[in-house]
């Protein structure tokens, strides 16, 4: 068996957890479920959510990841042999597989705008005219499974070069260009007249949206933009040196989360109400209402490339985290089969994914429970997947483990190691549990 790959520094491996955690998740469903529900009421409960209950979970995955210093099968069993415990392991590699079936979907989407935007093909389209461009793009059989076939050949190319040469390299190029796409495109969308108003929307709070529905909304926006549950983060962390501080990078890559959500969101807001839309857009916020916003500012051709670079950057970031899941436990440090493997799983994940691309053309009749393949497939994971895995984790790191051990991890037996068993021990148990709850009841009540 070869020695176990390793990050080659401690940026490295924030700036790939980071990358595996800022996806989808902060630029596209942290503005559009902000919008719904209420701005900054959103927002505060969604800081609280990732910092009392996510971060929590994230640290969990970390110490597990570094003290098993395997796949997340192997890991599991390492730390606790002779037990059920590694299924934890497997359900992360279900769900991760089922999760990039219908996100490299959304991967496509994003490709299919990129290429228009690159040939200037994405403006002119006058405000109904783009939501019609979304549709007919999306019902398109033949675009949808070229563009996702194309995001999945990026994944895996990444994804079959290792962690050094491929995933860690792949990352220390789009997260610091994603930052400053995000940095350029912020102060464009900030400058315009009337931006004050989507700040507003963003900072005093319409105390009316504080309901138990919007708290949920933000503890499940919270997981999903973080990656816990499917454990990815176990995957990345058995990959870490002993020398790093766990802790310390665990609240790096959670505030990088939160700010990258934040900036989304100023540049999205300021935009949507300086130029008279509706922020409550939902998921067509990104694809329809953003092109029609550029489309009505100066040098707005280019500046939707930018978006859309800094859109790919970010999907492929956690993209890639989610394929190396399932790699890794398919390759177990056998390191000769992790090309073969990687294409394997990869293209398997792209014929799973089929059903949820043809979601909104060709199968839109069919339904599982009532959704469509894509939807189902989204809730399933979100609601239930994630949630379900979050749940284990935390009992695992809270009860099973050794405090030894995570002490160990964690060099430190300070006060606030104690903060993080209380919180791991109970308070996210206890809210992974309503979440999941929730999931199950939207499922059985569609």
């Known amino acids: 068996m070869q020695q176990r790959e390793q990050w080659t520094s401690k940026i490295g491996f924030i700036l790939a957890a980071a990358g595996s955690a800022i996806g989808l998740g902060a630029i596209w469903k942290f503005p559009y479920e902000t919008g719904t529900n209420g701005g900054s009421v959103f927002i505060l409960l969604f800081i609280i959510s990732t910092l009392a209950i996510g971060l929590p979970v994230l640290l969990a995955e970390f110490v597990i990841g570094r003290r098993g210093q395997a796949d997340a099968v192997t890991g599991l069993k390492k730390l606790a042999p002779k037990t059920p415990w590694f299924l934890i392991g497997w359900s992360g590699f279900i769900f991760s597989f089922i999760i990039l079936s219908f996100y490299s979907v959304v991967g496509g989407w994003i490709l299919s705008y990129l290429v228009r935007s690159l040939a200037f093909n994405l403006s002119g389209f006058g405000d109904e005219g783009y939501g019609e461009l ?33 995933i860690e390299r792949a990352s220390k190029f789009m997260m610091p260009a994603l930052l400053i796409f995000l940095l350029i495109l912020m102060a464009r969308s ?32 919270a997981f999903f933009s973080l990656s816990v549950g499917v454990a990815g983060m176990i995957t990345y962390a058995s990959y870490l040196s002993k020398s790093e501080n766990l802790g310390r990078s665990a609240l790096s890559v959670a505030g990088l989360n ?29 694809f329809i209402i953003l092109p029609a916003i550029f489309d009505q500012l100066f040098m707005g051709q280019f500046l939707i490339i930018i978006f859309f670079v800094l859109l790919l950057f970010a999907t492929l970031t956690s993209s890639i985290s989610m394929l190396e899941i399932v790699v890794s436990i398919g390759v177990k440090d056998r390191y000769n089969k992790r090309q073969r493997l990687s294409w394997f799983y990869g293209t398997l994940i792209f014929l799973v994914g089929i059903p949820s691309a043809l979601s909104f053309g060709v199968l839109a009749d069919p339904y599982v429970f009532g959704f469509t393949f894509f939807d189902f497939a989204d809730l399933l994971t979100s609601r ?11 009992l695992f790191a809270g009860y099973v483990l050794s405090r030894q051990a995570k002490e160990s991890e964690l060099s430190s037996t300070s006060v606030w190691t104690d903060i993080w068993q209380v919180l791991i021990r109970y308070a996210a148990p206890i809210a992974i549990a309503v979440v999941f709850i929730q999931g199950i009841a939207a499922i059985l009540t569609q």
């Open 190 to 221: 900030l400058t315009l007249d009337g931006a004050m108003e989507g700040i507003r929307f963003m900072l005093v709070p319409d105390w009316s949206f504080l309901t138990f529905e919007t708290a949920l909304i933000a503890l499940g926006q």
């Open 258 to 286: 939160i700010g990258v959500s934040i900036m989304a969101g100023l540049i999205i807001f300021p935009a949507v109400f300086a130029l008279g839309y509706e922020p409550n857009a939902g998921p067509g916020l990104v």
């Open 384 to 394: 239930i997947g994630l949630p379900l895995g979050a749940f284990f984790i935390s």
């Open 134 to 166: 979304f549709n007919s793009i999306i019902a398109n059989p033949f675009e949808v499974l070229i563009a996702q076939a194309a995001f999945m050949f990026l994944t895996i190319w990444i994804v079959q070069g290792g962690i050094k040469d491929g």
